[in-house]
């Protein structure tokens, strides 16, 4: 069974303009969960989709956005990008999500904000 | 505010001794527990997950120990390996929450 898979793997933007990462969750999983990851900062929840709605959310301002699709892939857009949204991004997906569901990461996408 | 914390950012060992990594936790509320690894240039890799209702759980050449009266966790690798090199993660979620809260990470590293 093939992992979960993120595309693009690197990206450069720079400030101000948007982005859009893709997570394709391992096959049959419904729930995806998106997580910044930065030096300062550690590992950090960003939003969990269920069947295409948005079920939980962290603590990140509104330029951070995310949806599913009916496929379950999923796809988080940041836009009017910060310096300091440079980060490694994950997804990571499980069977049905919520308290206890193992959790399968992917490799991520690396943003760097010039 | 509540947080997950690890007492010991980088740990170094021989290979074939046996690796201890603690984890502090805050929220009494926490009731699931997990540790994870992360190598270089990859996302996180499951290892082994606790209850509350537990104190001990082994995987293969895992275990991991919760005491909840002083809000601690640890992770014991057995016979570490080369390939254990990696930062290991704690993460914590509160009763009825999805939402997890990640320690800071700690870098172990094995000497051949």
């Known amino acids: 069974k093939a992992g979960v898979t993120q595309t693009p793997r690197y990206l450069i933007k720079t400030r101000g303009q948007q982005v859009t990462l893709s997570c394709s969750p391992i096959?049959?999983?419904?729930?995806v969960s998106w997580y910044q990851q930065t030096p300062g900062q550690g590992l950090q929840f960003l939003f969990e989709?269920?069947?295409?709605?948005?079920?939980n959310k962290g603590n990140f301002p509104g330029r951070f956005s995310g949806r599913q699709f009916s496929n379950s892939r999923s796809e988080m857009n940041v836009s009017t990008l910060e310096l300091g949204d440079s980060a490694l991004y994950l997804c990571?997906?499980?069977?049905?999500?919520?308290?206890?569901?193992?959790?399968?990461f992917g490799p991520g996408t690396r943003l760097t904000v010039l | 505010g509540e947080s997950v914390g690890l007492h010991l950012p980088t740990l170094s060992v021989q290979e074939g001794d046996n690796s201890i990594i603690n984890c502090a936790y805050s929220?009494?509320?926490?009731?699931?527990f997990i540790w994870y690894k992360q190598e270089s240039g990859k996302g996180p890799q499951f290892i082994i997950d606790?209850?509350?209702?537990?104190d001990k759980r082994q995987g293969q050449r895992v275990t991991v120990l919760l005491n909840k009266t002083v809000k601690h966790l640890s992770l014991q690798i057995a016979a570490t390996q080369p390939g254990d090199s990696a930062v290991y993660f704690c993460?914590?979620?509160?009763?009825?929450?999805?939402?997890?809260?990640f320690g800071r990470g700690t870098s172990l590293i094995v000497h051949p």
């Open positions: 096959s049959g999983h419904r729930s």
């Open positions: 993460a914590e979620r509160p009763q009825g929450s999805y939402i997890p809260t």
């Open positions: 990571a997906s499980s069977s049905a999500g919520g308290s206890g569901n193992e959790q399968f």
């Open positions: 929220n009494s509320a926490s009731d699931y």
């Open positions: 606790i209850r509350s209702n537990m």
């Open positions: 989709y269920f069947s295409e709605t948005q079920r």
